[in-house]
C-alpha cells in the first residue's frame, strides 16, 4: 500500500507564499499523475494541479499563474509552489497520486495524503 505524506501547510497573510511538498511511502508503479485537490468547509473537493509522469501539468483556472506544481519522479516527490496566496485559497490540501492497473480489467488505482491545513488571512 502506497502512503502519501504531505507538508508545508500553515498559515500565511494575504498575497504571501507557501510551499507545499508530498513524498510517497515507495515507488508507485505504473503511474499516471501525482498532484493536489483541496477543500474548503462546507464545498466539494477540487483539483488544483496535477502533473503527469510525462510532464503534462493541469490547473485549476482559479490557481493559474500563481501555483506551480514540480515532481522528482526518482524521489517520488511532488511539490506545489503557490504564491499570491488569497483568502479564498484557505482549504485543507491533499495530496493525491494515481496507478493504472489492468486486472481483473483497466482501471485506476488512486491514492490520498490525509491532507493539510492551508489558512490565508486577509
Known amino acids: 500500500q502506497v502512503q502519501l505524506v504531505e507538508s508545508g501547510g500553515g498559515l500565511v497573510q494575504a498575497g504571501g507564499s507557501l510551499r507545499l511538498s508530498c513524498a510517497a511511502s515507495?515507488?508507485?508503479?505504473?503511474?499516471?499523475?501525482m498532484g493536489w485537490y483541496r477543500q474548503a468547509p462546507g464545498k466539494q473537493r477540487e483539483l488544483v494541479a496535477t502533473?503527469?509522469?510525462?510532464?503534462?501539468?493541469n490547473y485549476a483556472d482559479s490557481v493559474k499563474g500563481r501555483f506551480t506544481i514540480s515532481r522528482d519522479n526518482a524521489k517520488n516527490t511532488v511539490d506545489l509552489q503557490m504564491n499570491s496566496l488569497k483568502p479564498e485559497d484557505t482549504a485543507v490540501y491533499y495530496c493525491?497520486?494515481?496507478?493504472?492497473?489492468?486486472?481483473?480489467?483497466?482501471?485506476?488505482?488512486?491514492?490520498w495524503g490525509q491532507g493539510t491545513q492551508v489558512t490565508v488571512s486577509s
Open positions: 493525491y497520486a494515481d496507478a493504472v492497473v489492468s486486472a481483473p480489467t483497466l482501471h485506476l488505482v488512486e491514492y
Open positions: 515507495r515507488k508507485i508503479f505504473s503511474n499516471n499523475a
Open positions: 502533473l503527469t509522469t510525462v510532464g503534462s501539468t
